[in-house]
């Protein structure tokens, strides 16, 4: 009996902890699927656990019990509270700072309505269109949604949204059926023939999808994926990358050419494309999704190897980069690519001479999110990131964009630099 009470204090314990902690991580992105319901489920468990507590816990521990719990109730709903705050205060703003920030973010969505009153007072500087948006839905309805928006910023007298989506082919396909299945870029290796060849077959790809993506009003594609292959199979915590089924080829110079006639068969469509991820993630075995993740690849092998494809294909085209929430230890120790100051300036923006637009990955994920997504968003924007993607849980748009401004305020961000980036860069992505 009582090692059976001993097990049953060691579990309620371990459920107390577990509700605290869940209290105060509410809204993670993680539980984005029960996000109506998520803060009444929880306060109803604490509840459960305050009479569990003065049920069977021993009198002289119940304070601690009760205590824990209140804890976590006052957690649960001092986070609640911030972030209605944060989304009115948001909402609610307006003016050049604003619009000046607000041009740096792409934000996804369920409903484009709620996106209506961003878009007319220029707080988000475009959209995303996955999946979920496409669902059950004709072509017609979703372009008739996108001219809506577009409307908004004409009438307001602000620049065109940029409109991007994630249309890779093969498993990354995320506005088929509206825009016709195709099969990865690296399908086209499949057959032996000649360079020429290979590269009129890579720009009829890339033309292909993009009339099909520009029907749609779209602007701006995240792909081609100029990572290499790496011979290997996922690891056993790889649950989204996956990168070997989205590559095109181990060779840096094969890749490069496919990249380069895909990408120039898209820009003839009038839809611009996205090198990702720099810098690269051959040599990474974490998912970035959920894990952070560091690049031990020598920067010396990088340069002639990895990095290669970004180089040339960004030389000849005008592709935007996606930046990675990966470290490169020899480079930056501390800060991931995706808002390190250090490999955006020095690297890239000197070094490579690259003057195009950079595009975070989704800051949501959890290598960037679990650094504070605070922190993440004012250091990207500090390191002169053009875009800062929101898309998989937008509700955290209202988070990122109130420490946005709130650094603006303190003087701890560059705004006149901002205003730079944004008439010049972002302007061809329209």
Excluded at 104 to 111: A, E, K, L, N, P
Excluded at 183 to 192: F, H, Q, R, S, W
Excluded at 251 to 270: H, K, N, R
Excluded at 389 to 417: N, S, T, V, W
Aim: glycine content about 8%; proline content about 4%; aromatic content about 8%.
């Amino acid at each position: 009996m009582k090692l059976l009470r001993f097990a049953l204090g060691t579990l309620g314990w371990l459920v107390l902890a577990a509700l605290w902690f869940w209290a105060w991580h509410l809204k993670d992105p993680h539980l984005r699927f029960m996000r109506e319901w998520e803060l009444l489920l929880l306060l109803g468990a604490l509840g459960l656990g305050a009479v569990a507590a003065w049920r069977f816990a021993r009198r002289s521990l119940r304070p601690v019990t009760l205590g824990v719990v209140f804890a976590a109730v006052l957690t649960a709903l001092n986070n609640e509270a911030a972030s209605l705050q944060h989304r009115a205060e948001v909402s609610a703003a307006s003016g050049p700072t604003a619009q000046t920030l607000g041009a740096h973010f792409i934000v996804g969505y369920d409903d484009a309505k709620a996106l209506r009153e961003l878009a007319r007072k220029g707080l988000i500087g475009g959209v995303f269109i996955t999946g979920r948006n496409v669902r059950g839905r004709t072509a017609a309805a979703l372009r008739e949604e996108i001219d809506d928006l577009q409307a908004l910023r004409r009438e307001a007298g602000l620049q065109p949204l940029i409109v991007a989506t994630d249309q890779e082919g093969g498993a990354v396909s995320r506005l088929s059926p509206l825009v016709e299945r195709q099969p990865g870029l690296a399908t086209l290796l499949d057959a032996d023939v000649p360079e020429e060849e290979l590269a009129q077959r890579a720009h009829a790809y890339g033309a292909q999808q993009g009339r099909s993506l520009a029907a749609l009003g779209i602007t701006l594609n995240f792909s081609p994926v100029v990572n290499l292959r790496t011979g290997r199979a996922p690891g056993r915590w790889d649950f989204h990358t996956r990168i070997d089924e989205r590559a095109i080829s181990t060779d840096p110079v094969l890749t490069a050419q496919v990249a380069l006639a895909y990408e120039q068969g898209l820009e003839s469509a009038g839809v611009h494309g996205t090198l990702k991820h720099f810098p690269g993630l051959a040599g990474v075995t974490e998912d970035t999704h959920h894990f952070a993740a560091v690049l031990r690849t020598p920067v010396a092998r990088l340069a002639t190897h990895d990095w290669k494809p970004f180089q040339d294909v960004s030389k000849n085209s005008s592709a935007a980069i996606m930046l990675g929430h990966v470290i490169v230890p020899e480079l930056d120790p501390v800060f991931p690519a995706s808002f390190s100051r250090k490999i955006v300036q020095q690297l890239i923006r000197d070094d490579w001479g690259y003057q195009g637009l950079l595009v975070t990955d989704e800051l949501t994920m959890g290598a960037a999110y679990n650094r504070g997504l605070c922190d993440t968003t004012v250091r990207a924007l500090d390191a002169g990131v053009d875009l800062l993607l929101i898309a998989f849980d937008h509700d955290k748009y209202f988070d990122a964009m109130h420490c946005a401004q709130q650094a603006a305020r303190r003087g701890e961000l560059d705004l006149p630099m901002l205003e730079r980036s944004s008439a010049r860069r972002l302007q061809p992505f329209r």
